[in-house]
């Protein structure tokens, strides 16, 4: 399918979004399985096309009411042909495999407002008669539909965003690249959850290997024949996500001060490392390149075996910067050894929440999520539940 002329064109979409099968095929739109009554008596599937009007990289209103079939002679519930719906009977190809047998013609008094209007309409003729055979039969199979576009984002089309109703959120974060910093626990939330928006390329950066302790605090369930292979975490996550969708970019390699400046290029970044010496460079790069980041992290603690502590998401703008340094935010000295999570205590619990308010206050920043107080530094307390957002913007 088009992706591209499917994402632009609202009626396309909507087919698509409610769960039908739809493809364009030389030029012509292509709806699958759409269940009607074969002259047996009998459920059978075939395949409805239409002409496309199109207005540059969208469809307009279509230009003729007819619309072709694929399949047997459609006929009411009694096996009687649907002579109402049926003009007259062709011949004609259409891609490899849909041979097209009947033309129908039906005209609304107005026509047809768009080609959502147009398909639903005539596979509401064919569904009918079937449906009243069996009432589980439907049109929206919601089945798995590949997208062939070469630069599309996702490997399969994202039809939960728009059954969800949430498009125009969802657009806001197309961004062009953005960076995620070390691939521990948080991190890998991070990506987790960034992964499945329209962010065009995602770099990773970490020169760690992923052992077996990471796999009890990373999304997801790590085959041990991964484990054996050793690989390096960029790797490892490049490889998991690449299934799903495109432009994870691997930089096997911790940032330091005389490789920083490959953030320069990056539209925003995620900084979930525990070292504080490198993020001095880190945050110094970032604010010359007037580049937006967030930082993550946990402070925790033990008490009588119970983990306690505070989880913490600081963001940094170029229009509010100086909460980070005048308060001291973000720590930059060395890690405290007697710091429960240098410890390898598994949190992968914590880690998704603190990843998860990192992406929330990502989204809010581009205006995905609805943002009142342009909180710029965020803390949750274990212990007491408390949820603070402080250094408004």
């Not at 096309?49 to 619309?67: F, I, M, N, Q, Y």
């Not at 039969?137 to 089309?157: G, K, M, S, W």
């Not at 490789?259 to 995620?270: A, G, Q, R, S």
């Not at 710091?339 to 880690?351: C, F, K």
Request: charged share 25%.
């Amino acid at each position: 399918m088009s992706h591209a002329l499917t994402s632009r064109s609202p009626d396309l979409r909507r087919l698509r979004d409610e769960g039908f099968e739809v493809a364009i095929v030389d030029g012509q739109l292509v709806v699958r399985n759409i269940p009607y009554v074969t002259p047996a008596g009998e459920i059978g599937y075939g395949t409805l096309v239409s002409g496309l009007e199109l207005a540059g990289d969208h469809t307009a209103r279509p230009g003729d009411h007819v619309a072709r079939f694929a399949g047997e002679q459609p006929c009411d519930r009694d096996g009687r042909p649907l002579t109402t719906l049926i003009n007259s009977v062709i011949e004609e190809q259409v891609g490899d495999d849909i041979r097209l047998r009947f033309l129908f013609s039906q005209k609304p008094d107005d026509g047809y407002r768009d080609y959502y209007h147009k398909m639903t309409t005539y596979i509401a003729m064919l569904q009918g008669p079937a449906q009243a055979l069996d009432p589980d039969v439907t049109a929206r199979t919601h089945r798995v539909v590949e997208d062939d576009d070469p630069d599309a984002i996702f490997r399969y089309l994202d039809t939960a965003t728009g059954r969800a109703g949430i498009s125009a959120s969802a657009a806001k974060m197309a961004l062009d690249k953005v960076a995620i910093i070390g691939l521990g626990g948080t991190g890998a939330h991070i990506l987790d959850n960034i992964a499945k928006t329209m962010v065009r390329q995602i770099h990773l950066f970490d020169g760690d290997v992923f052992q077996q302790h990471c796999a009890f605090r990373a999304p997801g369930a790590t085959p041990i024949e991964q484990l054996h292979r050793r690989m390096n975490k960029v790797d490892y996550y490049t490889e998991m996500y690449s299934v799903m969708r495109n432009g994870i970019v691997a930089h096997p390699y911790y940032l330091t001060k005389d490789n920083v400046d490959e953030l320069k290029d990056m539209t925003f970044v995620f900084i979930a490392i525990d070292d504080g010496p490198p993020k001095k460079h880190i945050i110094a790069a970032l604010e010359k390149f007037e580049i937006p980041f967030i930082d993550v992290g946990m402070g925790l603690y033990n008490v009588d075996g119970a983990v306690g502590g505070i989880l913490r998401v600081t963001t940094s703008t170029p229009r509010q910067r100086n909460h980070v340094h005048d308060r001291h935010r973000i720590p930059t000295d060395a890690a405290d050894p007697d710091d429960e999570y240098e410890r390898n205590i598994q949190t992968g619990d914590l880690n998704t929440l603190n990843a998860a308010l990192a992406v929330l206050q990502w989204r809010k920043l581009y205006g995905s999520y609805l943002n009142l107080s342009g909180e710029h530094h965020c803390t949750f307390t274990i212990g007491t539940g408390a949820l603070s957002g402080e250094d408004h913007a």
